[in-house]
């Protein structure tokens, strides 16, 4: 079972929203489609799930085209959120369920499994109004996942999240994977995503501006970060040509290089200075990478 996309583009009256995606997920990958407001991502969800025909190009899930007779084989949860706030969770759960074929007592019993799982079992006979915004989103994943979906659309599932229920969702999320569901998700805290995502692609209005395994990503980029620890003023550096940026603290500094040339050559100038206590060459984050590559603001 693979999630193929194949050159998509959309585009609303003369904006090119998505500019040719092309990507392949596999049975079981957790892939992260990631870019700053406006990027693209939601216009590509909708595409995948059959909601809008791409001005060109297709996907396939399975070598077929997810249409209205393939739903339940997917779970979407949409970034604007789309549940009934005068319905109780029971209610729009066994609505919303049956819709994707389910019966109603395998319903009732996936929804307490999940409820339990989330440690709010007390909501079953709640009206959704009556939650609060984060408990409200975890009734919106229980609509996206309790038919056990083989593709699952995650659109910024963490947002709006507390640590403690992000951390749950995380863990779900991740069960699920294991037991083989395929995950594509949105985010814009690229700590989730590098804790989540094996593989990601990043769009710049509409265009993938970086595409690949998250590690490989890491190892590969030019940019570096250095961790220096030294006794004396390390000001100097701004001056070094290759020097993106400098961060200092108490006993040392961050710099932000633009190449590993760039960092031996600070070695270089350090060491002629006097005794250095530390000199370590990181990757860059992701953090770091989104910036570098897309600009702007990621949530952190
Ligand atoms: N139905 C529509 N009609 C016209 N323009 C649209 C429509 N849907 C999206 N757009 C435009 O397409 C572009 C991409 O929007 P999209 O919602 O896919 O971005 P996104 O990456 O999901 O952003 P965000 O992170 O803010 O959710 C934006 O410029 C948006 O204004």
Redesign the pocket.
Same mark, same amino acid.
């Given at each position: 079972m693979t999630l193929l996309i194949n050159g998509i583009k $959309?585009k =609303?009256?003369n !904006?090119l &929203?998505?500019d040719g995606v092309t990507l392949k997920v596999e049975k079981g990958e957790m892939f992260g489609m990631l *870019? &700053?407001?406006? &990027? *693209? $991502? /939601? /216009? %590509? =969800?909708r595409m995948i799930l059959g909601l809008l025909d791409p001005t060109e190009g297709q996907v396939t899930w399975n070598g077929e085209r997810i249409t209205y007779k393939r739903t339940h084989l997917v779970g979407y949860l949409p +970034?604007e959120r789309g549940l009934f706030p005068k319905l109780t969770v029971k209610e729009q759960l066994i609505y919303l369920m049956r819709l994707k074929g389910m019966k109603k007592p395998e319903i009732i019993k996936e929804m307490r499994h999940w409820l339990e799982r989330f440690q709010v079992p007390e909501y079953e006979n709640k009206k959704l109004e009556e939650l609060s915004k984060g408990n409200q989103q975890k009734i919106q994943f229980l609509a996206a996942v309790l038919h056990k979906p083989e593709l699952l659309i995650l659109? +910024?599932p963490f947002s709006g999240l507390d640590p403690v229920n992000s951390d749950m969702l995380k863990k779900a999320v991740l069960d699920l994977q294991k037991t083989g569901t395929t995950i594509v998700f %949105?985010s !814009?805290q690229m700590r989730n995503v590098e804790e989540l995502c094996e593989d990601l692609i990043m769009?710049k209005r509409?265009k993938p501006v970086l595409q690949g395994n998250l590690r490989d990503i890491k190892r590969s980029y030019g940019m570096k970060s250095i961790s220096i620890r030294a006794d004396y003023e390390l000001d100097f550096i701004h001056s070094i040509s290759g020097v993106i940026e400098i961060e200092k603290h108490r006993d040392g500094a961050t710099v932000k290089v633009e190449n590993e040339r760039v960092a031996e050559d600070i070695f270089q100038k350090i060491t002629e200075k006097g005794f250095v206590r530390k000199f370590e060459i990181e990757e860059p984050s992701l953090h770091d990478i989104f910036i570098d590559k897309v600009g702007g603001d990621a949530d952190e």
């Open positions: $959309k =609303f009256d !904006h &929203a998505v *870019g &700053a407001n406006g &990027a *693209g $991502k /939601t /216009t %590509s =969800f +970034e659109d +910024e %949105s !814009h769009l509409g």
